[in-house]
């Protein structure tokens, strides 16, 4: 199966940038989906197609990509933004759609 | 506003079933599919199917294939997911997810359904 590969944690202090990521084979040429998920609260869509911010997201929230990784940036860092975050891809050789296994964001 | 509103939480028995509904509201219904993901306690997201309003089109994650069925009802607007032959396993909060189709954004989440599995 396809496996999509996140660090289990980052840390950051307020105010500075996280970069959270995301690597997975061939991945370059896969739509890769971001979602934020608060402590007993459903996940979040905060980034589509790579890099596109859904309506109401707050632009600080950012995606991109490069060769077999993907990344989620986070600007000036809020204690708000702690959550836990997933990839996800769309795999047509394997169950379709695939989940990275999270990354806790810890605003220290 | 566009909403997706899950049933209540259920107990189950080992070896029992669980249907779990997800309904729809402020959007055209028939021009999305759903997704259904399940958390179990402490873990990560783990995609379990998709399904097409119209009940013509289905993909299942292979561990699950056999055990889950999803129908939807696009005269309620209700989504549902059965689940058979439960084990403690299956423990999780369940979510469904606004989905046109399983390449695209999961855009709106319900506010998931915990099935507790125990004897």
């Known amino acids: 199966s396809y496996v999509l590969t996140q660090p289990p944690s980052v840390s950051v202090v307020p105010g500075a940038t996280a970069r959270i990521t995301c690597g997975g084979d061939t991945i370059g040429i896969k739509s890769v989906y971001w979602y934020q998920q608060k402590p007993g609260q459903a996940p979040v869509l905060v980034v589509s197609?790579?890099?596109a911010r859904p309506s109401g997201i707050a632009e600080r929230f950012s995606g991109s990509k490069s060769g077999s990784t993907a990344a989620l940036t986070i600007s000036r860092v809020e204690a708000g933004d702690e959550a836990d975050y997933y990839c996800q891809v769309w795999d047509s050789d394997h169950d379709p759609v695939v989940f990275g296994g999270g990354t806790k964001l810890t605003v220290v | 506003q566009v909403e997706v509103v899950q049933s209540e939480a259920e107990v189950k028995r080992p070896g029992a079933s669980v249907k779990v509904s997800c309904k729809a509201s402020g959007y055209s219904f028939s021009n999305y599919g759903f997704s259904w993901v399940r958390q179990a306690p402490g873990q990560g997201l783990e995609w379990l199917a998709w399904?097409?309003?119209?009940?013509?089109?289905?993909n299942y994650a292979r561990k699950l294939q056999g055990r889950v069925t999803m129908t939807t009802d696009t005269s309620t607007s209700t989504a549902y997911m059965e689940l058979r032959s439960l084990t403690s396993d299956d423990t999780a909060v369940y979510y469904c997810?606004?989905?046109?189709?399983?390449?695209?954004?999961?855009?709106?989440w319900g506010q998931g359904t915990t099935v507790t599995v125990s004897s």
């Open positions: 399904v097409s309003t119209n009940n013509a089109n289905k």
């Open positions: 997810a606004r989905q046109r189709y399983p390449s695209t954004a999961m855009d709106v």
């Open positions: 197609d790579d890099s």
